[in-house]
């Protein structure tokens, strides 16, 4: 229990540190900058304990990372977890055949791809990001997991900008969490 409040603390002190920036990238907009988390050691122990003692016992055999802020725990979790790493990207940035998944942005649309090998039914997947926000990206690679029909699914972001409720456009048959709430 101890053990829990002082992780708790210490999850407060990282949100703590995460800055906004006003009007980045575009006006209207308060972006929620990471870098001041990340750069701090202690911060950085945190989120990656904190990821590793919630996912450890699930059986995660590949961490599906989206481009590009979730590449940044994600290859580490994936390292701590004995798991693979799986890049979700932009066009133009897988070398090998690819599968695609299209999506709405407020200003037009974007699209994502994975490698056609990168996964396989036996597969449980944790897909990592470093936030929600109107769930577009996210929704777009779990459709583009679901093309391998793994076993599991377990959907994880840094951040959840909760009032632009991008959780109701993820599949609810998958555990989604969030380590801090906005």
Do not use: C, W
């Given at each position: 229990m101890?053990?829990e ?5 210490k999850l407060?002190?990282a949100?703590n540190s995460?800055?906004?920036i006003?009007?980045?990238p575009?006006?209207?907009i308060?972006?929620k ?17 904190s990821?590793?003692?919630?996912y450890?016992d ?8 989206l481009?590009?802020?979730?590449f940044?725990?994600?290859t580490?979790?994936?390292y ?7 890049p ?7 070398p090998?055949p690819t599968y695609?998944e299209?999506?709405s942005?407020e ?7 994975i490698h056609q090998d ?5 597969d ?7 936030l929600?926000?109107t769930?577009?990206?996210a929704?777009a690679?779990?459709?583009l997991i679901s ?13 959840e900008?909760?009032?632009l409720?991008?959780r109701e456009k993820?599949?609810?048959n ?6 801090f709430h906005?």
């Amino acid at each position: 229990m101890e053990k829990e409040i002082k992780m708790d603390v210490k999850l407060q002190e990282a949100k703590n540190s995460i800055r906004d920036i006003v009007d980045f990238p575009k006006e209207g907009i308060v972006f929620k900058d990471i870098t001041t988390m990340l750069k701090d050691e202690k911060h950085l122990n945190t989120l990656v304990e904190s990821l590793y003692e919630q996912y450890k016992d699930k059986g995660i055999t590949k961490i599906v990372g989206l481009e590009s802020r979730g590449f940044i725990l994600g290859t580490v979790l994936a390292y701590k977890l004995g798991a693979g790493f799986v890049p979700v990207r932009k066009p133009g940035k897988l070398p090998a055949p690819t599968y695609s998944e299209k999506y709405s942005l407020e200003y037009g649309e974007d699209e994502m791809f994975i490698h056609q090998d990168a996964l396989n039914s036996d597969d449980v997947i944790l897909l990592h990001d470093d936030l929600l926000a109107t769930g577009g990206t996210a929704k777009a690679s779990i459709n583009l997991i679901s093309k391998f029909n793994v076993k599991n699914v377990f959907v994880n972001f840094l951040v959840e900008l909760d009032f632009l409720n991008g959780r109701e456009k993820l599949d609810t048959n998958y555990q989604v969490d969030s380590l801090f709430h906005f």
